[in-house]
């Protein structure tokens, strides 16, 4: 298994999110996410990308943890939570201190518990509100 930071192609990128179910997005859009995302991993193996994800974010004060995505003849084998450490490990390495940085996510219906694993709340909760979003169709 080889891992990658910031090498994640747009080529890649839809054919992993293709082999999930999640469609074929445009390629264009998915070259302009990738060149505005603040970190990404991606994972080879067999000559083949396998996984991905990727931090969007404002890179300082609040992060979003996008795009988890390992196609399915490579899942349970523990790289979507190789992934995750990376990732994680990216953001506590920011040189930032005495500050508050939230990482978010959504996670696909019934993944929760491994986002749980890695201290991440389900919403709601007694602090905070419902997850809520907005898809645009152009």
């Excluded at 859009?29 to 060149?35: D, G, H, S």
């Excluded at 019934?110 to 694993?117: A, D, H, W």
Aim: glycine share 10%; charged share 20%; aromatic share 10%.
């Amino acid at each position: 298994m080889l891992i990658y930071e910031n090498k994640l192609t747009a080529q890649e990128f839809v054919c992993l999110t293709e082999s999930v179910g999640w469609g074929c997005p445009d390629l264009k859009q998915i070259e302009i996410a990738l060149k505005n995302t603040i970190y990404s991993i991606s994972v080879e193996m067999d000559g083949k990308i396998i996984g991905m994800g990727r931090i969007i974010g404002d890179g300082a004060r609040i992060f979003y943890i996008q795009d988890l995505v390992i196609h399915p003849y490579y899942q349970n084998r523990g790289i979507g939570s190789k992934i995750m450490e990376y990732l994680l490990s990216y953001v506590d390495k920011l040189p930032l201190i005495n500050c508050s940085i939230m990482v978010g996510l959504m996670s696909a219906k019934g993944k929760e518990c491994f986002y749980e694993r890695f201290g991440f709340k389900k919403r709601p909760n007694e602090s905070q509100g419902n997850g809520m979003i907005l898809n645009i169709i152009k």
